[in-house]
């Protein structure tokens, strides 16, 4: 039946998006996806060149502000130039995406699961709703801190925002309950 | 504990009346089946008969049993389109559940029940303010559900 074959390419073709950053939380949510998305298409079991699906890691950096920083007594004379500190700030920026983006990859590749990385500047709401548009993903794959609605309010909420901005279908992923009986 | 030989994975989807719920389901048994691993179960949560008239008025009464069997006939056919539509897709393991209640918590319960791996609704797309006021079953359900949530959206034709 060619019908059915062919839904099984679309299935397997899936791609996934899938926003991390450094906490807990996101890795969870990678994990997740990998476990229940991509290794039941592996236990299908044929065509596995089809077997591909993909997934796009995207790690959004908020943007770093120009704050000039005065540093020690004595008046203008000690302002430390701005550019200094942003360099410093935006290095340890860049080599905490690197090892977050690492270690996401190598989760991948212990799947067997093709990924592609990509880092983002700007608002973490904005940017991963429109990546998502632009790539022309499947679906969406978020972690969720777990806040309550009035943490949520104050705090903002990634997931939330793309919820109801995103074009693509989105899935949120919880943090696993404390007692959970099974 | 239960080490049952089928350890499938529950997918419960939230289905209504509506095209996005229908598209929905179709998104989800595009990409998620025919497959092993994954169960399906649909649910239609059917409003209380009370809740839909309203206000007791005088005549409340007797058109309670008109309405009754009215929203009766819209969950069966709700079910049986989606059971159809289960079917052209070939999959097999479906399970049909209608409840009387309200959606958000009839949701939410049955995710319980089953102990979901992860739970499908489709989203009317409202805007903020109609959110408020009609209140949004796709939002009460990612914040309030204990497992994983899928939103799928009808896309909008645009542009």
Redesign the interface.
């Known amino acids: 039946m060619e019908e059915?074959g062919g839904?099984?390419q679309?299935?397997m073709r899936?791609k996934v998006m899938v926003g991390v950053d450094e906490s807990e939380g996101s890795f969870y949510a990678l994990k997740?996806a990998l476990d229940?998305l991509f290794t039941?298409?592996a236990?299908?079991g044929e065509a596995t060149e089809e077997n591909e699906g993909m997934v796009f890691l995207v790690h959004v950096e908020p943007k770093v502000h120009n704050f000039v920083y005065p540093v020690g007594p004595g008046g203008p004379a000690a302002f430390y130039p701005a550019n200094v500190v942003v360099e410093s700030v935006k290095k340890a920026e860049e080599e905490k995406s690197a090892s977050v983006l690492s270690r996401a990859l190598k989760m991948c590749h212990n799947k067997l699961v093709k990924a592609e990385s990509m880092i983002l500047n700007g608002d973490p709401r904005e940017m991963i709703c429109e990546a998502a548009d632009q790539m022309q993903v499947?679906?969406l794959v978020l972690g969720s801190r777990g806040l309550g609605?009035l943490k949520?309010a104050l705090l903002g909420s990634v997931?939330?925002y793309c919820?109801?901005h995103?074009?693509?279908?989105?899935?949120?992923?919880?943090p696993p309950?404390q007692n959970k009986k099974? | 504990m239960a080490e049952s030989s089928s350890e499938k994975k529950v997918v419960v989807i939230g289905i209504d009346d509506s095209e996005q719920s229908t598209y929905a389901l179709r998104w989800t048994l595009d990409h998620f089946f025919p497959n092993p691993v994954f169960k399906l179960v649909l649910v239609h949560s059917r409003p209380t008969a009370t809740s839909a008239v309203g206000l007791a008025g005088p005549g409340a009464a007797e058109i309670l049993p008109i309405v009754d069997s009215d929203l009766r006939k819209i969950a069966a056919r709700v079910v049986d389109s989606a059971k159809q539509l289960c079917i052209d897709k070939s999959v097999k393991d479906v399970t049909a559940e209608v409840v009387e209640g309200d959606p958000r918590n009839v949701l939410c319960d049955v995710v319980e029940k089953y102990h979901a791996t992860i739970l499908v609704v489709g989203s009317h797309g409202y805007g903020a303010i109609k959110r408020a006021v009609l209140g949004s079953v796709s939002d009460y359900c990612a914040h309030h559900a204990h497992c994983t949530v899928m939103i799928v959206k009808k896309p909008k034709t645009k542009h």
Do not use: G
């Open positions: 059915s839904a099984e679309r299935r899936m997740w229940n039941a298409m236990t299908v499947n679906l609605a949520r997931s939330d919820a109801h995103a074009r693509t279908p989105i899935l949120i992923v919880k309950e099974q």
